[in-house]
């Protein structure tokens, strides 16, 4: 249950806002209702605040930028697709709204250590 916003102090409502933003911006894009990844100007702008604040504010809050956050979301989702789904990568990407699938097999071999094939690989092979 979220706290009432009048006992949070302004950085934790901040910090609670932003992260009902992403989820709302993730959903929107595996809906298919936007095609476009929200930047942090953006967050920052449907909160009304500038995007130097708002970092430093997610930042002070939790200790990881918004864009660790964001990130990570969108591995969370690219992983749960390659493991639940049969879509075809470049699918995936395209979903995610990477302009490349490329650019999105860089994105998860920075974060996983292999690529979104070999993911999907080692997966089938541990069933």
Same mark, same amino acid.
Do not use: W
């Given at each position: 249950?979220?706290? +009432? ?12 806002? !932003? ?15 936007? %095609?476009?990844?929200?930047?942090? $100007? ?23 930028? +918004? ?7 969108? #591995? ?5 697709? #390659?493991? *639940? ?12 709204? !990477?302009?490349? +699938?490329? %650019?999105?097999? $860089?994105? !998860? $071999?920075? !974060? *996983?250590?292999?690529? +979104? ?11």
């Amino acid at each position: 249950m979220p706290i +009432p916003k009048k006992l949070l102090s302004r950085k934790e409502e901040i910090t609670q806002d !932003f992260f009902t933003l992403l989820e709302k911006h993730i959903d929107d894009v595996l809906k298919g209702r936007t %095609n476009t990844m929200y930047h942090i $100007k953006d967050f920052a702008a449907l909160l009304f605040i500038h995007p130097a604040h708002f970092s430093n504010t997610i930042k002070l809050t939790t200790g990881y930028s +918004p864009c660790h956050f964001a990130e990570q979301r969108v #591995l969370e989702e690219a992983k749960r697709m #390659l493991s *639940e789904t049969d879509k075809a990568i470049n699918e995936i990407s395209y979903q995610l709204t !990477f302009n490349e +699938p490329t %650019n999105f097999t $860089k994105f !998860f $071999k920075s !974060f *996983e250590g292999v690529t +979104p094939r070999q993911f999907r690989k080692q997966l089938l092979e541990n069933t």
